[in-house]
């Protein structure tokens, strides 16, 4: 995998620094046709909220599928930005102290705490709204139709029975721990579900199948898994320094994990087991698929 991961690392920074330059434009001063005006503190806010590092895994998952099966490189991008938004918008929300109560994001102070608290929900709300628009506009060049299925996945993906709804399991957990079925759901919705659609939407883009639509979107539930099990993992193993904020708040708090659930060694086999079943959804592309099978991997082994 060395030569792979190679290809994979710097075509995840290629494309990180290219949907930043797009985020950049895209949160400009000057408002949009329709759009009244652009408060600069909100949308400084906004700026800071998804400009403030991070690997853009999601929407480097939207280029590459997209990629893989033909589809608009320019129209993954804008895709891969809106995903970025409405993940972005997450994190603004789950920090505040009604949520999470973070502190630290990516090492960095959080929004609620940068500016204040009323400025970072509204700029969570500009930002999940920002993302429909950003799929919806002329500047996306896919059909109508394609538009239209990418909005419906993406809102299913984000709202009460995806992200939005598993973090309040999330919540919820921390009053009464779920069981490992209510595990394995919250954390398909809460984190797997953008991952899941990070996926999925290259084979909307591309206009493909139905079978290359389920297929990568298997892809992306096996490897949303992983990567929420290796973050359970890295939240016991790993530091605040190294993660770019505070670990180990799930034990304190008592919330239930596979990993509490189980073992570290349960939990290291589990998350190969998903990296291997996720390589194997993709095993008929041969080696188009290689990048792909890349970022499986590096979900597995990464720090933070």
């Known amino acids: 995998m060395d030569a792979n991961r190679d290809t994979f690392e710097t075509r995840l920074k290629n494309n990180a620094r290219e949907i930043e330059a797009l985020l950049v434009a895209l949160l400009s001063p000057k ?42 490189a320019q129209a993954a991008l804008r895709i891969g930005a809106a995903l970025e938004c409405v993940h972005c918008y997450s994190l603004v929300h789950d920090d505040l102290p009604a949520m999470d109560d973070d502190d630290m994001r990516r090492g960095k102070p959080t929004v609620h705490i940068k500016f204040d608290e009323a400025t970072a929900i509204l700029a969570g709300d500009s930002l999940l709204t920002y993302a429909f628009d950003i799929v919806a506009a002329p500047e996306t060049a896919l059909p109508d139709a394609s538009k239209a299925s990418l909005v419906l996945a993406l809102a299913r993906a984000a709202g009460l029975g995806g ?132 970022a499986a991997h590096f979900i597995a082994d990464r720090k933070n």
């Open 163 to 294: 992200m939005a709804g598993g973090q309040a399991l999330d919540l919820a957990a921390e009053k009464q721990a779920p069981d490992e079925a209510g595990i394995i759901r919250l954390q398909a919705m809460k984190t797997g579900a953008l991952i899941r659609f990070g996926c999925e939407a290259g084979a909307i883009i591309a206009g493909s199948p139905q079978d290359d639509r389920r297929r990568l979107r298997a892809f992306g539930e096996k490897i949303g898994l992983a990567f929420q099990l290796a973050d359970d993992i890295l939240d016991l193993t790993s530091d605040a320094a190294t993660m770019g904020k505070a670990t180990g708040k799930d034990a304190a708090r008592g919330k239930g994990t596979l990993v509490a659930l189980h073992d570290m060694e349960w939990a290291e086999t589990e998350l190969r087991r998903h990296v291997a079943d996720a390589e194997a959804l993709l095993a008929p592309y041969g080696a188009r698929a290689s990048t792909l099978i890349a």
């Open 31 to 72: 408002a949009l046709s329709d759009e009244i005006a652009r408060p600069e503190t909100l949308r400084n806010a906004m700026h800071y909220a998804v400009l403030n590092g991070g690997k853009r895994l999601r929407p480097f998952l939207v280029v590459e599928s997209a990629a893989l099966l033909g589809g608009d």
